[in-house]
T-cell receptor, first 114, second 112 residues
Framework: GAGVSQSPSNKVTEKGKDVELRCDPI?????LYWYRQSLGQGLEFLIY????????KSGLPSDRFSAERTGGSVSTLTIQRTQQEDSAVYLC????????????FGPGTRLTVL | AQRVTQPEKLLSVFKGAPVELKCNYS??????LFWYVQYSRQRLQLLLR??SRESIKGFTADLNKGETSFHLKKPFAQEEDSAMYYC??????????????FGKGTLLTVNP
């Protein structure tokens, strides 16, 4: 595809359930970033991948959050035992190298925890 | 601490009026700053970066190191400028890796 894609676009879950969010970066982009967007908090950095490794995971809010990337391509963000405060839009972005800058984010996954 | 501050959550102007969205930063190194925009029901996208010294859609932003600011300006606002605007600072993520730290955003509304 031409841009970063994410799935699902919307996810409603019950408190305590686990969820998986997927990001498909632009083909050939080695760097991949996850951010969380919520009202009043703006965009919060979660984790960054270079290839399949994550040199910076400093933004993950708790050990309930984890992420992996396979084949230097698709990444999955997993939230275990979801809480209501996890409700937010989860955004993904990719770049050709670890320059830290990118033109477009993915469309995001809107997570609602009831 | 390294951070980006956007003091205004909301900004409302009339069409044709000048607009300035404020951004201040705190960073120990040489800063590289950006403005991102998100129009309604669209993806967040890069608007401009300070190193390019460009004007996009009539917007400009000048890095002022003395005031540690990177305000976004447009002399005559248009209704289609209504959007959420985020200021971002490029920071080291360890080694030669970098990430962006964002402010909390300013929602601009341009009224007819």
């Amino acid at each position: 595809g031409a841009g970063v894609s994410q799935s699902p676009s919307n996810k409603v879950t019950e408190k305590g359930k686990d969820v998986e969010l997927r990001c498909d970066p632009i083909s050939g982009h080695t760097a991949l970033y996850w951010y969380r967007q919520s009202l009043g908090q703006g965009l919060e950095f979660l984790i960054y991948f270079q290839g399949n490794s994550a040199p910076d995971k400093s933004g993950l809010p708790s050990d309930r959050f984890s992420a992996e990337r396979t084949g230097g391509s698709v990444s999955t963000l997993t939230i275990q035992r979801t809480q209501q405060e996890d409700s937010a839009v989860y955004l993904c972005a990719s770049s050709l190298r670890a320059s830290g800058t990118f033109g477009f984010f993915g469309p995001g996954t809107r997570l609602t925890v009831l | 601490a390294q951070r980006v501050t956007q003091p205004e959550k909301l900004l409302s102007v009339f069409k044709g009026a000048p607009v300035e969205l404020k951004c201040n930063y705190s960073y120990s190194g040489s800063p590289e700053l950006f403005w991102y925009v998100q129009y309604s029901r669209q993806r967040l996208q890069l608007l401009l970066r300070h190193i390019s010294r460009e004007s996009i859609k009539g917007f400009t932003a000048d890095l002022n190191k003395g005031e540690t600011s990177f305000h976004l300006k447009k002399p005559f606002a248009q209704e289609e400028d209504s959007a959420m605007y985020y200021c971002a600072l490029k920071m080291s993520s360890g080694g030669s890796n970098y990430k962006l730290t964002f402010g909390k955003g300013t929602l601009l509304t341009v009224n007819p």
